[in-house]
């Protein structure tokens, strides 16, 4: 299948692996965007829309997705859980990938992480660390926010129980907190892992990327996916069909 999307974001780092990547997957770019431009003009000539620019340009952009009924694919991040919300549904009258992380490994850890938070339950302490590289401008990462959604699902807790590093708290770690930990430095294009410490064993899950090629191509794929659904709001558990 071919198609032609607009690439929202192109001048960003991972714009530029999604163009890089596009030719591979039988898809082209038919228009390119960033902050600025004109995006109602440039969305009418193509079948989707992949976006990776920043949180403030979410909003205009699925307004001119839904007003040119066309399929979009998030991966921007950095949104806070009340902005997010309120954009989703918004994103809901299109059919529309949304994801913080398009790489099939990744998604691997997502389902990994839902079945081992299940069935350890709160006897094993649960904590979330990322690492990504100096420039990374949102923490924690959209990919370590999911971990933790997926850990407070499956624990029946709500945002409170996170602890987003310990300083200034005395006393002995509570059962019912999550802990989560932003690391930054270097190029790391991006580490996460989720521990599970119990007594008398650890349990951790890590997948480390090495190359955005893998976030270009799972995007594109999601891209493809999402061309023939209806309106609605998918992830990339939808679109592996890992759900």
Request: hydrophobic fraction near 45%; aromatic fraction near 4%; glycine fraction near 10%.
């Amino acid at each position: 299948m071919s198609l032609n999307i607009l690439l929202n974001g192109a001048r960003g780092k991972m714009g530029a692996a999604v163009a890089a990547a596009a030719a591979q997957m039988g898809v082209t770019v038919a228009a390119s965007t960033d902050l600025g431009d004109d995006l109602r003009a440039a969305i009418r000539a193509v079948d989707t829309v992949v976006d990776f620019s920043s949180p403030e340009a979410t909003r205009g952009l699925l307004e001119v997705a839904a007003e040119n009924g066309k399929p979009i694919v998030i991966g921007t991040t950095g949104h806070t859980p009340g902005e997010k919300a309120e954009l989703l549904r918004l994103a809901a009258r299109v059919p529309c990938v949304w994801a913080g992380n398009f790489s099939v490994g990744v998604n691997l850890l997502f389902a990994l992480t839902r079945r081992a938070a299940r069935a350890l339950g709160d006897e094993y302490d649960t904590e979330v660390v990322e690492m990504h590289h100096r420039m990374k401008k949102d923490a924690p990462s959209g990919t370590a926010e999911r971990l933790l959604e997926i850990i407070l699902e499956e624990r029946r807790l709500d945002r409170d129980a996170l602890r987003h590093g310990r300083k200034g708290i005395t006393g002995e770690r509570a059962r019912s907190e999550v802990g989560i930990h932003s690391l930054r430095g270097g190029d790391v294009i991006g580490d996460h892992t989720v521990v599970f410490a119990g007594p008398g064993e650890r349990l951790e899950l890590t997948h480390r990327a090495s190359d955005r090629a893998v976030f270009a191509h799972g995007a594109l794929r999601a891209a493809l996916w999402v061309a023939a659904r209806e309106p609605g709001v998918y992830d990339m558990q939808d679109v592996l069909g890992l759900k």
